[in-house]
């Protein structure tokens, strides 16, 4: 993958603390680009909206939360369409390319793409890249219409087909240019926005007029800055049904345990917001709260009061937590799939064989436990009607955005207005659970599970909000805890 070093970020400082950190524009290295009117206002369908364009001084704060004399800080263009364009419909060739796993709501930006591109814009000419980002070396494409996409967000997955790897930047941008596109949407997490951000620096390099544009597809929620990915909704909806099963299992018999493996390699959003969705659960690990299996405080201990409490339990467990703790897991930490991640023992079987090792060791109570993964067929569905509206407003930003010039940038909500980020800030970081935020302590109020640290074991991020304690009577040690 190429290097994505080479340009500056754009800032533009204002009064009292103000930082717009901008996005680039295709007029900060082409000259005297030709600008056009926007088509939007002969649209019938815009004709009646007040004020529709978005002002050139529009921008989204990065941080609502302030004090009194707190300087307006970080913030992010606002995202729609502008008065002058800088493509001519007839000379859009547009590219849309999904790359990474699955996740819901995949078709629906790709319907909205191409939708958005012929009838706001009269964009005629959109192929889809077959495939992921390989695709466009191997000149596999997919001519796209809006009859041909008018049904696909009704399915799970992608018409475009999609892959890990396979990011050679030359090889990339030779076939860009070979093929004429100047604007490409690149759907993907975080190792594909790199890719676009490395894209991007490669076309900038050559003086390309090509718009490169990235919308951020995370399942597990942890790209950062942005309110939250499209498809987690819908990945925590169907977390449900799962747990529901897993609830219904376990209470279905004497001691009965349900344990839940949910997607969150390093980040335990979906665990999280499930649990506090379905209230049928016990106890919830994430890659972010270290926990111990033994001894006073630890799961077992927990594991035993609740059974006798209760006569059941539910555990639901992201896969990317206790990876210390699993055994052979020490042969695996340096091995990765062809997207960087690396890959992971499966801790819901572990955990599962565990508990029932313990059990059947103390030979005190018997247990049922029933073990259930969800994470393909949650991956697979179509997404529901919350992310297939979300799904539309980040298409149409997208297409709004590099119609009017800007490039480098991905398309994200931020406190619930549609805004451009730029790559940067986008690939800088992974989003996480903060244990010491309100919001986990909301779930270990809802599901009672001990927090198996106190607060000299956590080291505490800085927030603006004071951090919340974390059950400071509670016994355990640095060797005891995993990450």
Known sequence: MGSNLNSKPKLVSGTAGYVLQDVPHLTDYILNLPTYTNPLRDNPAYSVVKQYFVNVDDSVPERITVHSDSPRGIHFRRAGPRQKVYFDADEVRAAIVTCGGLCPGLNTVVRELVCSLYHMYGVKKVIGINGGYKG??????????????????????????????GHVTNKIVDSIQDRGINQVYIIGGDGTQRGASAIFEEVRKRGLKVAIVGIPKTIDNDIPVIDKSFGFDTAV???QRAINAAHVEAESVENGIGVVKLMGRYSGFIAMHATLASRDVDCCLIPESPFYLEGHGGLYDYIEKTLKENGHMVIVIAEGAGQELVSESI???NKQDESGNKLLQDVGLWISQRIKDYFAKKKTMSITLKYIDPTYMIRAVPSNASDNVYCTLLAQSAVHGAMAGYTGFTSGLVHGRQTYIPFYRIIERQNHVVITDRMWARLLSSTNQPSFVNCKCVTEETKEDEPLKLFPDENCSDETLVN
């Open 237 to 239: 909806e169907e977390a």
């Open 136 to 165: 466009f070396y191997a000149r596999n494409t997919i001519n796209l219409t809006p009859k041909s996409v008018n049904d696909i967000h009704k399915r799970g997955g992608t018409v475009l087909g999609s892959s890990r790897g």
């Open 331 to 333: 042969q695996s930490m």
